[in-house]
């Protein structure tokens, strides 16, 4: 073998010096060997790039940058600041997604629960009306509604036969908005039993005392279940008041509903609707901006006149209706304004206007009382007090207060769902005693409630909802 080899390195030795352009090196390599090299022109290529030229340091740079790449794409750290750099900016662009894809779920969630609301919304409202519409229909007759061929043993009515005197009182009287189309609605006849059971059962409960009369002047015996009328559109209408003139004047009927959202510094304009059910639908007939601005939730109407506090100061305003301009104004001596003696839920509530049987009242308190209810009856046209009261109820420890009959009712809280009226001051008698009828603020922050004379009920605004309650008074007692 190796003598094989020594011909052929000495063959081709040869033929190098025949060749000009062959050649072959011999030396030593690191151990000290003797290596023989021989080089041969290619017979192809004339000309054969050098190793570690341009392209080969080209094909380098790409090979460090796709490693630079690889590394970055695989999590590595390259160890310089770019590549630090580069590593931050995946992270970001990580958390931007995520971020997005968060606001994109709960933007999915509030349209979603928008829909919810809005189908509650609408059921609370179909039930609300429902239940307003119950509330204004009679009961039905007993024998003569059934058709004969319908006996009453038939029906399913169990209602028992009591009472028929004052079934047949609810027969004969209107509904309050003075409409007795129900009267001869013959879907009464046709309701389920179960209801009319219920309702029955309701209407014939007798009064404590044996002494109910609607029509009477006497103590207050039980306020009924809240029914809501309207809900005010926007913050300004968190507090208000909404009355009606027991007396009203032309240009303006007896349905008139008056409103004032008295959220803000500078409350003046005053909504009338001609109806309860115009105010249901927010569509007012006249739209008036007072000439000064009203302090809280204390204003009333009567006569023709809207009466009111006016903003940071004791004066009472007679602002007359149907002229549009300020009639009478007189300041109410000595009682405190602006947060002075407010009701317990605060609002500027000093000074409390409202109207009854008897006319004009004003609810207040002074330094002399130390914070003490003053009622006062005041002329109805000169705004002069004509007679006051000193009670012994601190105006801050009640929510509210409201009269009916010349009596003075307050209530315990505005918040709680379930309160009750917790005093009475009858200014005829000038004694008062606690009494404990039950009252719900539904909506669970009521910042007016005044007695209607008009529809003899209660007015409030609970929360943004104008609501109103049925009330009921024993007969005006003998002494
Ligand atoms: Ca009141």
């Known amino acids: 073998m190796f003598l094989l080899l020594s011909m052929c390195m000495c063959g081709l030795l040869l033929r190098g010096d025949a060749q000009d352009r062959a ?23 004339a000309s054969c790039p050098q190793t570690g030229g341009p392209e080969v340091e080209g094909l380098k740079a790409r090979l460090s940058l796709l ?46 629960l928008e829909g919810e609301l809005e189908v509650l919304q609408r059921r609370m409202e179909e039930m609300r009306r429902e239940t307003e519409r119950l509330r204004n229909r009679p009961c039905p007759p ?138 249901s639908k927010g569509f007012p007939s006249k739209v008036l901006l007072l000439p000064e601005p009203v302090e809280s939730t204390g204003a009333t109407v009567y006569r023709g006149s809207l009466y009111y506090q006016r903003r940071r100061s004791r004066t009472l305003i007679r602002y007359d209706l ?3 301009s300020v009639a009478a104004r007189r300041d109410l001596s000595h009682a405190g304004f602006h947060g002075q003696f407010p009701y317990s839920w605060g609002g500027y509530t000093d000074i409390d206007l409202s109207v009854d049987e008897r006319g004009l009242w004003a609810v207040y308190s002074t330094n002399k009382a130390k914070g003490a209810i003053v009622i006062s009856q005041l002329d109805p046209h000169s705004l002069e007090v004509k007679k006051s009261w000193e009670t012994n109820i601190r105006k801050n420890s009640v929510a509210n207060s409201f009269i009916v009959c010349g009596k003075l009712y307050t209530v315990a809280s505005y918040t709680a769902p379930d309160t009750i009226i917790n005093y009475m001051y009858d200014t005829e008698t000038s004694q008062g005693k606690p009494v404990a009828i039950p009252f719900r603020n539904k909506y669970r922050y009521n910042s007016m409630i005044d007695y209607n004379l008009a529809q003899r009920k209660l007015f409030a605004w609970d929360n943004y909802y104008m609501v109103s309650y049925d009330l009921r008074l024993g007969r005006q007692q003998a002494n």
Not at 23 to 45: H, I, K, M
Not at 218 to 247: C, F
């Open 142 to 279: 007993q024998t003569p509604a059934v058709p004969p061929s319908q006996p009453l043993q038939n029906s399913g009515l169990t209602r028992p036969a009591v009472g028929s005197s004052l079934m047949s009182q609810l027969m004969t009287r209107p509904n309050s908005q003075g409409d007795s189309s129900s009267l001869r609605d013959s879907m009464w006849q046709y309701r389920s039993p179960s209801f009319q059971e219920l309702k029955a059962e309701v209407t014939e409960v007798p009064a404590p005392d044996g002494s109910e009369d609607n029509t009477g002047c006497g103590e207050l015996v039980s306020i009924g279940e809240p029914v809501t009328h309207r809900k005010a559109d926007n913050i300004e209408g968190k507090y208000g008041v909404w009355m009606q003139d027991p007396e009203a004047v032309s240009p303006y009927g007896p349905n008139m509903v008056w409103r004032i959202d008295t959220i803000g510094s500078d409350v003046r304009k005053l909504f009338g609707y001609e109806d309860m059910e115009q105010l």
């Open 322 to 324: 149907a002229s549009e």
């Open 67 to 112: 490693e630079v790449l690889v590394s970055q794409l695989s999590g590595g750290d390259t160890g310089g600041p770019l590549g630090a750099g580069t590593r931050v900016q995946p992270e970001l662009q990580e958390a931007l997604n995520r971020a997005m894809g968060e606001r994109n779920l709960l933007q999915g969630e509030k349209e979603r």
């Open 23 to 45: 050649a072959l090196w011999r030396g030593n390599d690191r151990s000290g060997r003797c290596q023989y090299t021989f080089t041969v022109p290619s017979p192809v290529e």
